[in-house]
């Protein structure tokens, strides 16, 4: 059996959460959903747990921090062609998402990046899977260069 991966968000508002993220293709799990949480369904293995404030407050006696204001992670997530990245990024945009930076290619890997309406930022790539040999150096270097790679 294939591992599940579940990240947990706080949010302030979650109707809009739910509608962002369908928006982009997801699905709501109706049986692990109430006015307090949704469970926001990617595909088989990936699911968001968008958490009312006072319900993600419940799992931690730290902090909860403002997404629109500071960082505590980065969500990477990888797609079967640049095409679909575009097409996410795309979705993204027009549902409310803040497209953050440009578009990054470094052979290997295609990568771009968007905030969610609350601020949570996701980073979409596509890894090159004919990508190696010679050409493995030549990215690292590109890698190394380039100061604006997050090496997700």
Request: with cysteine.
């Amino acid at each position: 059996m294939s591992k599940m991966i579940f990240i947990n968000l706080p949010v302030t508002d979650l109707d809009a959460t739910k509608a962002f993220y369908t928006a982009l293709g997801c699905s709501i799990n109706p049986m692990f959903t109430d006015d307090t949480a949704a469970c926001i369904v990617w595909d088989d293995n990936l699911f968001v747990m968008a958490l009312t404030r006072e319900k993600f407050a419940e799992f931690t006696k730290k902090p909860i921090y403002d997404p629109k204001t500071h960082a505590a992670a980065l969500y990477a997530v990888s797609f079967d062609s640049r095409d679909e990245v575009d097409d996410l990024l795309a979705k993204a945009v027009a549902a409310g998402g803040e497209e953050t930076g440009e578009p990054q290619d470094h052979g290997f890997m295609y990568l771009r990046s968007f905030t969610d309406p609350e601020g949570h930022t996701w980073e979409i790539t596509w890894m090159n899977p004919h990508f190696g040999g010679d050409e493995a150096a030549t990215a690292d270097e590109a890698g190394a260069a380039d100061s604006s790679y997050s090496g997700a």
